[in-house]
Structure formats: structure tokens, C-alpha cells
């Protein structure tokens, strides 16, 4: 573990990837210290201009767009975080199942995620929101269910490649029994990869919540969230541009910093670019 | 040579194993049998695909089903039928009562645990020693398979050792239950030939200290020669011939057999043109009726092709699957 961390650090990528998800993690937890305004409150002062009072200016009902920016990352996080976890739990139970098991136990899991990535990862999440209607939480279960094939692939892959290897036959061969073998040998086996599936996961999460809320779906008003914000924002963006720019680049600068500390993790646990030590 | 049946360890009838594919499947083991006596090394020779290893893998129970299956027969281990054995009582067979080594040493160990562990965990499974029993007789194994400094290797991972070092845990793995019967699937053929040598010896040289018998798999006649008693000659899923070393190289009956025989390089031969045998192995499922080897025998007469032979037991013991011989006897 220290090793990991060591290795991120020495890496550009890394250090960049990692800094600027660190920076969004403590905006979310420390939301109520950074942020200047009630991001509920509205003032007199509609689509003030960046300068002056409001760091970014204001919205359209007087908003400190800073300061809903900055409580808008706590959505982000929070959805990103628990939406993956769903996703990445899910397909990791199932992915050990379908690749371990194989034949019908395959067949039905892997079907089932056909039919699920059949579906534009948008649209379903949409479907799902619809049918359990919109708030935070039927949001996180929609975007983890999202999530949950691309999981199951990743592990399922690997299953497969590690089920094959000789160590495998070796272990079975000294009388192991198989729940044994699936959770002392395949699966630690195949953490590399799905942790890095996690970390790039992360990333989409935060996006299908931005273009849910975006889409109304999502984080309903007057809450802030960087989706809803720059919905919010198209009926003024003549006016007051920065109500649409200091959203899109928080949603940038956020899925740049987790994709970068993806590739990084990437570099670090992928045993063929592994240097030999 | 073949001995009775007491002193039989394994006891291998009429096995056949069958290939599912999606045009019907294939045979890749056709009836076979044979006997392995205590304390005897057997070997079995014969080409990639010739169904060696897949007879050794259904002995142990660890046949990937599917797409392959035990159609037929009977392996028994100590007068015990294996074959209809419940996947429990299989587990408690494996490490305790047969050891297995594969191929590749490189690959025969988790990257994740130390060599120690493992070795540990297959001695946890069949014995009630606590984990630091077992670890103090799996180092105690690892010096007695020539590793030095065996403390300091316990606790190393395996991609910090070379294959032969590896190939030398293996044996420790298979060997630290004292299983009756060691399985080695060509233990050797991934390996330098300066290290082969030494890791033959070294089998060689446990097998015989606690009188287990030993199955080598191998494709290498030299190997054979060096270190079995009786050996087996697969091809194309068929058991062609098997009978005491010696008397394979002085006098085969089978005319594979005599070509493989053939085709090897000696020292201090004539120096000519190494033989081949002509033509190739015909794939599991595309076989004829007939002999599976008459399209490359130089002996075959009409019968060959349109009915396979039986399998002849000479007086001597020694078997042997060709209609020339099966007339003689």
C-alpha cells in the first residue's frame, strides 16, 4: 500500500490526477467552510458579474454561483462515490460468479449485462429514475445499476484468464476446495483491474449524475448541483455567461482529475507494465 | 513386471474420455489401461495431444467438465474407485493421496502468497496442524528438495525465484502430504537442460526414499529412459503399447513406438539423417475406423484401416494395440 502511494506520487499523471480529486473530495467535506454565501439564498443582485461580493457572480434569482458550486461538488462526490460502489459490488459478485461458475450461471449473468449495455448508459439511468422517481438516492441506484456490467465484464475477463492459469490447478490439485480457491486465489487475483475499473468508473458515475440533474432527473431545486446549475443557467447564458462556464469547468476539471488518477492507478497495477523488481 | 494387485497402486481400466464439441465431439482417450506398481516409476510417452495429460488430470479428478468427460472405465488408487467418488472425498484424495506437478513452474505458484503459505495451506487441509506447525515442516520440506537457505525462501514470493527453484517448491508442494502416487506432467520440459537433470534426480531420488510410485508425463524419451521402470505409449488417444524400459528401446512392438525409438538422436550414431516419421497426427475426432496410426505405419496391411485392433496382453506382460502383434501372441 505504501508502495502504491509511493508509486502515484512519482508519477505526473498521478500526482496531477490526484491532487485535483483530493481538491474535490475537501471542497465536498468542508462545503459549509469554503463556501462565501448560502447557496440557497437569493439576493438583490441578479446576474451580477464576477467580481466584487460574489466570487462568480450571481444567478438568476441572486444565487452566489461560488458558493453553489462548491456545494455542488458535495453532490458529486457523494453520487460518484456511492453509485460506484453499488456498480463495482454488484459486478464484482457477479463477474466471480459468471467467470468461476461458467455454463448456465455464465450464460443468465452475462445475457442479463447484454441486455443492461444494450441500453445508452444515459437512458437507462433515465428509465430507472423514472420509474422510481426523482431524488438523490434513486439517482445513486440508478447510476450504480448504470455501472454494474461494465464491472461484471472487467472481473469476468479476469476470472477467466486467472481460472486458467496453472496456479489455479495447482491449488485445486493440493485438495482446496473451490470456495476456497474463488476467494483466497481468484479473487485477490483479479483486484488489479478492478480497481482501476473503479477509480476510471468514478468519472462516468459523476457525469451521468451532472447530465441527470441537467436533465431535471437528478438533484431537484433548489438544491445545488453542477448538473442542475448549468440547466438553470441556459435560460441566461447571453446574459450571464458565468452562470454556464463555472459549472462546465467544474465538471471538467473534476472528471480530467479522476481519469487521470484512472490511468495512473492503471500504470501502477498493471502487472505487463510492471517493472520487474 | 505388472504384478498383482496388491502390489498395484493405481489401477487404470478401459479409460475413455470424450471431447464435447459442437460437431458431436471427439475421443481423446480411447480404452485405456494399465497398472502402477508401488514404488515404480511409470512413464507415459507420446505426442502434444495424444491424450497423456488428460488421462492424468481425469486420475486426479481435475478434468475441466465440461468440455471434456470420463465416458468410460475405471481408475481405482489403492483398490478404491476414484471415478465415482464425490467431489469431497476427491478433494480429500488430492494432496493427501495423489501430488500433482505441472509444467510450468513459473506460473504453478499464486503470485500473491509467499512459498511458504502455500505449501503450508496444501499440509493445513489434510493434517490438524496449526499454521505454525505447518509452516515449520513446509520449511523442513523446502531443505529436503534442496533449497537453501529454506527459512529465508519461506517467506519469499514466487516471482523472486528462477524456474528451476520454483520447479523444486512444486515437488515440495506435491510431496509434503506424502501422497502414494505423484502425477508429474512433464515436470522438466520448461526448464534449462542443465536444470532438468537435477530435477529428475531429485524426484527421482524422493520417490524412492519414501517409496511412492510416480507417473512421469513427458514427450522426451530420454527422460524416459533415464529415469522409469515401465512406460506407456500413448497415440492419438490410444494406449499402443506399454512394457519395462529396457525392453521398449531393445525390441518395440509397436511400429510407433519403433519410430519414435527411431527418431531419436544418439551419440555416436551413424550420423546420417535423423528419421521422421512421415506424415502427422490426424486431430482428436477426425480418426477412421481403423488404427489410428495405419495412414503413417510402414507396416500396415488392409485390416488396419477398416477395424481398430484390440489391445493384446503378451505373456511377458508388456501390451501392445497392432493387429500384427495381437496375431503372434
Known amino acids: ?277 | 513386471m505388472s504384478g498383482t494387485n496388491d502390489t498395484n497402486v493405481l489401477s487404470v481400466r478401459g479409460l475413455s474420455i470424450r471431447l464435447a464439441t459442437r460437431d458431436g465431439g471427439a475421443s481423446v482417450v480411447d480404452d485405456a489401461s494399465f497398472d502402477v506398481g508401488r514404488g515404480e516409476v511409470f512413464g507415459i510417452v507420446g505426442e502434444s495431444g495424444c491424450g497423456k495429460s488428460v488421462t492424468a488430470y481425469a486420475i486426479a479428478g481435475l478434468l475441466p467438465t465440461p468440455p471434456l468427460r470420463v465416458e468410460a472405465g475405471s481408475v481405482r488408487l489403492g483398490g478404491r474407485e476414484l471415478l465415482s467418488a464425490s467431489p469431497a472425498e476427491m478433494r480429500s484424495v488430492r494432496g493427501r493421496d495423489i501430488g500433482m506437478i505441472f509444467q510450468e513452474p513459473m506460473t504453478a505458484l499464486d503470485p500473491l502468497y509467499t512459498i511458504g503459505e502455500q505449501i503450508a495451506e496444501s499440509l493445513e487441509f489434510h493434517s490438524s496442524l496449526d499454521k505454525r506447525a505447518a509452516m515449520e515442516k513446509a520449511i523442513a520440506m523446502l531443505g529436503r528438495v534442496g533449497i537453501p537457505e529454506p527459512r529465508r525462501i519461506a517467506a519469499e514470493y514466487p516471482h523472486r525465484l528462477s524456474g528451476g527453484m520454483l520447479q523444486r517448491v512444486v515437488i515440495a508442494m506435491a510431496m509434503i502430504n506424502e501422497p502414494a502416487l505423484l502425477i508429474a506432467d512433464e515436470p522438466t520440459t520448461a526448464l534449462d537442460v542443465t536444470i532438468q537433470a537435477q530435477i529428475l534426480a531429485l524426484m527421482n531420488d524422493l520417490v524412492g526414499a519414501n517409496g511412492m510410485s510416480m507417473i512421469l508425463i513427458t514427450h522426451d524419451l530420454g527422460v524416459v529412459a533415464e529415469t522409469c521402470d515401465r512406460v506407456a505409449v500413448f497415440y492419438g488417444g490410444h494406449l499402443v503399447e506399454s512394457a519395462p524400459v529396457g525392453r521398449i528401446f531393445a525390441e518395440p512392438l509397436h511400429p510407433y513406438t519403433d519410430g519414435l525409438r527411431r527418431s531419436v538422436e544418439s551419440i555416436g550414431g551413424s550420423g546420417g539423417k535423423l528419421y521422421a516419421i512421415p506424415g502427422s497426427v490426424p486431430s482428436a475426432g477426425r480418426f477412421g475406423p481403423g488404427c489410428r496410426f495405419h495412414d503413417r505405419c510402414a507396416a500396415r496391411v488392409a485390416r488396419c484401416g477398416i477395424e481398430a485392433p484390440p489391445t493384446t496382453v503378451l505373456p511377458d506382460g508388456r501390451t501392445v494395440r497392432c493387429w500384427l502383434r495381437g496375431e503372434e501372441a
Open chain 1, 1 to 277: 500500500m505504501k508502495r502504491f502511494f509511493a508509486a502515484l506520487l512519482r508519477d505526473k499523471t498521478g500526482r496531477l490526477g490526484l491532487a485535483g480529486v483530493l481538491a474535490v473530495v475537501l471542497t465536498a467535506l468542508l462545503a459549509p467552510l469554503i463556501a462565501t454565501h448560502d447557496p440557497l439564498a437569493m439576493t438583490e443582485s441578479l446576474r451580477q458579474a464576477p467580481g466584487r461580493g460574489f466570487l462568480l457572480g450571481t444567478d438568476e434569482f441572486g444565487r452566489d454561483v461560488f458558493s453553489r458550486l462548491v456545494y455542488g461538488a458535495r453532490v458529486s462526490v457523494y453520487v460518484g462515490l456511492v453509485a460506484t460502489g453499488i456498480g463495482a459490488l454488484c459486478g464484482l459478485a457477479l463477474g466471480l460468479a459468471a467467470g468461476y461458475y461458467g455454463g448456465a450461471v455464465d450464460n443468465a449473468i452475462m445475457r442479463l449485462m447484454d441486455v443492461l449495455f444494450a441500453f445508452p448508459s444515459i437512458l437507462l439511468a433515465l428509465a430507472i429514475v423514472a420509474v422510481l422517481g426523482p431524488d438523490l438516492g434513486n439517482t445513486i441506484v440508478a447510476i450504480g445499476i448504470v455501472r454494474i456490467p461494465v464491472f461484471t465484464r472487467t472481473v469476468r475477463a479476469e476470472v477467466l484468464s486467472v481460472k486458467s492459469q496453472e496456479y489455479i490447478a495447482s491449488v485445486r490439485s493440493v485438495g482446496v476446495r473451490d470456495s476456497r480457491v474463488l476467494f483466497r486465489h481468484v479473487l485477490p487475483n483479479v483486484m488489479a483491474p478492478f480497481i482501476v475499473q473503479t477509480t476510471l468508473s468514478l468519472s462516468s458515475a459523476i457525469l451521468v449524475e451532472a447530465s441527470l440533474s441537467f436533465l431535471g432527473l437528478g438533484i431537484q431545486p433548489p438544491n445545488p448541483s453542477w448538473g442542475s446549475m448549468l440547466s438553470e443557467s441556459r435560460r441566461v447564458m447571453e446574459l450571464a455567461p458565468w452562470t454556464a462556464i463555472a459549472p462546465t469547468v467544474a465538471i471538467v476539471l473534476a472528471i480530467l482529475s479522476f481519469n487521470l488518477l484512472g490511468d495512473a492507478v492503471r500504470d501502477i497495477l498493471d502487472p505487463k507494465l510492471k517493472s520487474v523488481e
